[in-house]
């Protein structure tokens, strides 16, 4: 079993930026690949960002390529969204998974997920 617990969620205005943190217990997640999702009112999860196990590998979602960034500390098993220039539709539920690929176009391909951060972007 792995723990996730996701922190770093909160309430910007628009064009603002936030750095989401998971951390990770249990069962080694330095092992695993991670991933974070969001999830919108009345909308399906979808993938945002995705990194290897060693970190040497991410992928992105169209909408935030160039904006997010992925990164992970192994040594203190934590892995990072950082999110500039926010805009008012990614207000979401903001979830960390472990143990998927590292791109994932279902979120059902990950075993292990936090409870979630809300993001909320105002305009």
């Known amino acids: 079993q792995v723990q996730l617990v996701e922190s770093g969620g909160g309430l910007v205005q628009a064009g603002d930026s936030l750095r989401l943190s998971c951390a990770t217990s249990g069962r080694t997640g330095r092992n695993y690949n991670m991933g974070w999702f969001r999830q919108a009112p009345g909308k399906e999860r979808e993938f945002v960002s995705g990194?290897?196990?060693?970190?040497?590998?991410?992928s992105y979602a169209d909408s935030v390529k160039g904006r997010f960034t992925i990164s992970r500390d192994n040594a203190s098993n934590t892995v990072y969204l950082q999110m500039n220039s926010l805009k008012p539709e990614e207000t979401a539920v903001y979830y960390c998974?472990?143990?998927?690929?590292?791109?994932?176009?279902?979120?059902?391909?990950?075993?292990?997920w936090g409870q979630g951060t809300q993001v909320t972007v105002s305009s």
């Open positions: 990194i290897s196990w060693s970190g040497g590998s991410t």
């Open positions: 998974a472990a143990d998927g690929p590292v791109w994932a176009s279902d979120y059902r391909r990950f075993k292990y």
